[in-house]
Structure formats: structure tokens, C-alpha cells
């Protein structure tokens, strides 16, 4: 069982993402800042792989998703990771395959809480959209702005978006692809708690944390997919908008979105 557990483990060590379990706590930490801690194949396939062993975990009774740096939770999905896929590859493997993690994320027994300092945007944004709490620092900015490159958010954002702060916010945010500012973001109830620093967030998740892990897991668990009953007919939304994502990424604008960012200019965009 110790070479089991030891391999488990071995297989799921990333330098791109740290994790630690204490007192029933499991910690899941973004450990690249350089790049904003912005999402590679890499994490993707680390994520998964640590959700798959935490659902199983009787001693984890609690997650917390944090990110190393002080600039960015998570700065999106690694452009140079899906911006030279076909239309047809980032359809069948980057989207779909992030809504595969996303949605394995979401689905663990335990409660979770995303903890955010500094931006969240767009896969980033999402990612942290997959917790059933968030909470950031006063600091913290929230936005989606895909469409500013030609592209949609891809890993789940519309449906979980709308399902914290109404579908007339949500269009207000993926529509503009302006940032919300933590205050904002809290009063439109996508946060559940804003915070003055990373350590007054940090005790406030410990708290939380300890009053979780006080109650029955059972109990804990079965509320939580109780809960998320209301949300099963999001697939079709999901299905929607994977392909929704394709489509963009076919069109000249889409090419052109990619082109600016790499070049650092504003786009050109034609409508084709």
C-alpha cells in the first residue's frame, strides 16, 4: 500500500503544481508565476491526475486552489499551447480536454475553495469557476476576454459564470471582456469573500476549512452533488460551446486574434 500511495504520488509531482495535504486540507498550488501561472498541457494532465487521487483520499476533506506569485491566480490557457492548433485539433483535443479536467475538478466529493491573488482571467478565470467557493484579495481583477482575440471561453466559463452572477452579468463580461475588480465581483456574487491580503484570505480559508472538516464527510459530500443537481443540463451548453470555440478559431479573424497578440498590436478584425 506505502509503494502504491509513493507511486501515486510520484506520478502527480509537477514543478508546475505543488500539493500538500494537512489536517484533512489538501492544497493545490499554480507554481508558475514567470508565466502568470497561465495553464499548459502539462497542468492540465497534472490536475487531473491529482483530482482522480484526491476524490479517493478518505483523509482530504477539504481542497484549496491557490497560486504561487502575487500577480495572477491564473493568467488564462498558455496561448502557445492551443494558439497554432487547427481548427479540428482545438476542437477535439484543447477544449474538449479542458472541459474533461475542468469538469473532474468540479465533480470531487470534497468542497472547494479557490484562493485568488491578483488576476483570473479567462481559463483561469474558469478554473476557478470549477470551486464551490472563492475568495480573493482586494486587489484581485476578474475577466474574460477571450473576445478581444477572436476567440470564446472555452473550458466552461459561459455556463458557470452565468449560474454565479445571472446571464445579464455574464453577457456584461464575455460581451466587453472588461475586468471586474474584487469589490464588483463579490457584490455580482461571484466571490464569496474578499480579503485585505493573501494572509487575511489565507486565514479566513483556514477557518472555513476547520469548521468543513469538524462535519461529517459523508454528510458533506452528499450535500455537495445534492447541490449540483441543478446543474446537469449544462452538458448542452458544454457541447455548445466546445464547438463554439472551433468555429472561432476557423474564421480570418480568429487567425488574426492570435496574430496581434503575438505581435502586440491592436486587431484588424473584418468580420470573416
Given at each position: 500500500?506505502?509503494?502504491?500511495?509513493?507511486?501515486?504520488?510520484?506520478?502527480?509531482?509537477?514543478?508546475?503544481?505543488a500539493h500538500?495535504?494537512?489536517?484533512?486540507?489538501?492544497?493545490i498550488?499554480?507554481?508558475?508565476?514567470?508565466?502568470?501561472?497561465?495553464?499548459?498541457?502539462?497542468?492540465l494532465?497534472?490536475?487531473e491526475?491529482?483530482?482522480a487521487?484526491?476524490?479517493?483520499?478518505r483523509?482530504?476533506?477539504?481542497?484549496?486552489?491557490?497560486?504561487?506569485?502575487?500577480r495572477?491566480?491564473?493568467?488564462?490557457?498558455?496561448i502557445?499551447?492551443?494558439?497554432g492548433?487547427?481548427?479540428?485539433?482545438?476542437?477535439r483535443?484543447?477544449?474538449?480536454?479542458?472541459?474533461?479536467v475542468?469538469e473532474r475538478?468540479e465533480?470531487?466529493?470534497?468542497?472547494?475553495?479557490?484562493?485568488?491573488?491578483?488576476i483570473?482571467y479567462?481559463?483561469?478565470?474558469?478554473?476557478?469557476?470549477?470551486c464551490?467557493l472563492?475568495?480573493?484579495?482586494?486587489?484581485?481583477?476578474?475577466?474574460?476576454?477571450?473576445?478581444?482575440?477572436?476567440?470564446?471561453?472555452?473550458?466552461g466559463?459561459t455556463m458557470?459564470?452565468?449560474?454565479?452572477?445571472?446571464?445579464?452579468?455574464?453577457?456584461?463580461?464575455?460581451?466587453?471582456?472588461?475586468?471586474?475588480?474584487?469589490?464588483?465581483?463579490?457584490?455580482?456574487g461571484?466571490?464569496?469573500?474578499?480579503?485585505?491580503?493573501?494572509?487575511?484570505m489565507?486565514?479566513?480559508?483556514?477557518?472555513?476549512?476547520?469548521?468543513?472538516?469538524?462535519?461529517?464527510?459523508?454528510?458533506v459530500?452528499?450535500?455537495?452533488q445534492?447541490?449540483?443537481?441543478?446543474?446537469?443540463?449544462r452538458?448542452t451548453?458544454?457541447?455548445l460551446?466546445?464547438?463554439?470555440?472551433?468555429?472561432?478559431?476557423?474564421?480570418?479573424?480568429?487567425?488574426?486574434?492570435?496574430a496581434?497578440?503575438?505581435e502586440k498590436?491592436p486587431?484588424?478584425?473584418?468580420?470573416?
Amino acid at each position: 500500500m506505502a509503494e502504491k500511495e509513493a507511486r501515486a504520488t510520484e506520478e502527480t509531482r509537477s514543478t508546475k503544481i505543488a500539493h500538500e495535504t494537512r489536517d484533512g486540507v489538501t492544497r493545490i498550488t499554480l507554481n508558475r508565476p514567470e508565466k502568470l501561472n497561465a495553464l499548459d498541457t502539462e497542468m492540465l494532465e497534472t490536475l487531473e491526475r491529482l483530482a482522480a487521487q484526491i476524490d479517493l483520499d478518505r483523509g482530504c476533506r477539504a481542497v484549496l486552489l491557490d497560486a504561487a506569485g502575487d500577480r495572477a491566480f491564473c493568467a488564462g490557457a498558455d496561448i502557445k499551447e492551443w494558439g497554432g492548433l487547427a481548427p479540428l485539433e482545438m476542437w477535439r483535443f484543447w477544449i474538449r480536454r479542458g472541459h474533461d479536467v475542468f469538469e473532474r475538478i468540479e465533480r470531487l466529493l470534497q468542497p472547494t475553495i479557490a484562493l485568488i491573488d491578483g488576476i483570473a482571467y479567462g481559463g483561469g478565470l474558469e478554473l476557478a469557476l470549477t470551486c464551490d467557493l472563492l475568495y480573493a484579495t482586494e486587489g484581485s481583477r476578474f475577466a474574460f476576454p477571450e473576445t478581444g482575440i477572436a476567440a470564446v471561453p472555452g473550458w466552461g466559463g459561459t455556463m458557470r459564470l452565468a449560474e454565479r452572477v445571472g446571464i445579464a452579468r455574464a453577457k456584461q463580461m464575455v460581451f466587453t471582456g472588461e475586468p471586474l475588480s474584487a469589490p464588483v465581483a463579490a457584490d455580482w456574487g461571484l466571490l464569496n469573500g474578499v480579503y485585505p491580503d493573501r494572509s487575511a484570505m489565507n486565514d479566513a480559508a483556514s477557518a472555513v476549512c476547520a469548521r468543513i472538516t469538524a462535519n461529517a464527510p459523508v454528510a458533506v459530500a452528499a450535500v455537495k452533488q445534492a447541490l449540483r443537481t441543478h446543474q446537469q443540463s449544462r452538458w448542452t451548453g458544454g457541447v455548445l460551446e466546445s464547438l463554439a470555440g472551433g468555429l472561432s478559431a476557423l474564421t480570418a479573424d480568429g487567425a488574426e486574434g492570435i496574430a496581434s497578440f503575438r505581435e502586440k498590436r491592436p486587431p484588424n478584425y473584418r468580420g470573416t
